[in-house]
């Protein structure tokens, strides 16, 4: 017989199941307790709402993944982009790669459950949006990328990475979905670098300052 303890996990590993799988809104409390193999009266002893076992699951999701979201630890964010950028992608294609619940569970609670669902994930997933942000706008201001909105540039680099799963197989000849995790980091790295380095011609504009050019 599985350990009193087990109980609530195996619930919240049936919940992530079903929930990332049928929506919110299609998955009862008796098909989670069923997959659980647990009386649906087991369940509300530990959970009093659905809700609650979805908010359980969902913080379970981000519990699992917050080694690899937090690998961008403080001494590489002064590196280079050309080094860092990779880091982030690989960062995000483990995330997307290893825990595809993790983009369900937050499209659902932002969709069906909504609620607290903006003020969970913010605090979950601002410190890594922010981290990525702050080292955009340094290197922007250091003329290491090119002058466009931090922000943007963020939500550009994640989104693409959690889309291209799926997104990738609804075009046509598109290679990407048929890729491993390596070569979806490598492709993704190089297309981000090519987009946000500036050129050479770019880099030099930007070191002739104004004075330089009164002066010259």
């Not at 880091?87 to 983009?103: K, Q």
């Not at 942000?133 to 340094?138: E, V």
């Not at 550009?156 to 980091?185: N, W, Y």
């Amino acid at each position: 017989m599985p350990k009193k303890t087990d109980v609530p996990s195996r619930i919240v590993r049936a919940a992530i199941a079903l929930f990332s799988r049928q929506g919110y809104h299609r998955t009862s409390t008796r098909d989670i307790a069923r997959l659980a193999d647990v009386s649906e009266v087991t369940l509300y002893r530990y959970f009093e709402h659905k809700e609650d076992v979805f908010w359980s699951a969902l913080a379970s999701c981000f519990d699992a993944v917050k080694p690899r979201l937090g690998s961008l630890d403080p001494s590489a964010r002064n590196s280079t982009p050309e080094a860092f950028l990779p880091r982030i992608v690989n960062a995000l294609v483990d995330t997307a790669t290893f825990s595809p619940e993790l983009a369900r569970m937050v499209a659902i609670a932002l969709l069906e459950v909504r609620g607290k669902a903006e003020e969970v994930c913010r605090g979950h997933l601002t410190p890594l949006f922010t981290t990525i942000t702050n080292y955009l706008q340094k290197n922007i201001q250091a003329g290491n990328i090119r002058d466009l909105n931090p922000e943007i540039m963020t939500l550009g680099i994640a989104l693409t990475v959690f889309a291209q799963p799926e997104l990738s197989k609804l075009i046509e000849g598109c290679h990407l979905s048929k890729m491993d995790s390596r070569q979806v980091v490598e492709a993704y790295s190089q297309f981000w670098l090519a987009a946000l380095l500036p050129s050479s011609q770019e880099r030099s504009i930007k070191a002739f300052s104004p004075l330089e050019e009164l002066t010259a």
